[in-house]
């Protein structure tokens, strides 16, 4: 593979680790995890929190919690696939000057 190949390859390689990370941030900031039917808001200590949103629907709290979190972890492995790969791109532009 030449370097002017492998550079573009980095390059598009970037842009869908970029966009896939974007993806990933906007997903954890929409997730949610629905209360089940009928249940007050708030908890008790050692149990189940549910909370409403601005709209009042009913929402887990730990669970919706727990699910950000994964979905903000996609998101940071994703970032830093691009960042890697931005690294390799410049490293082979001072490489080849």
Do not use: H
């Not at 009042?56 to 903000?72: A, H, I, M, P, Y």
């Amino acid at each position: 593979m030449t370097i002017d190949v492998l550079a573009s390859t980095l390059n598009a390689a970037t842009a869908i680790f970029g966009s896939l990370s974007a993806i990933a941030w906007v997903r954890s900031a929409r997730f949610q995890v629905p209360a089940p039917p009928n249940v007050g808001l708030g908890g008790v200590l050692g149990g189940d929190v549910y909370d409403e949103d601005a709209s009042g629907r009913r929402f887990d709290v730990l669970e919706t919690l727990k699910g950000q979190s994964r979905w903000n972890s996609y998101a940071a492995w994703l970032a830093a696939g691009a960042a890697a790969c931005q690294v390799a791109v410049a490293v082979r532009g001072f490489i080849d000057s």
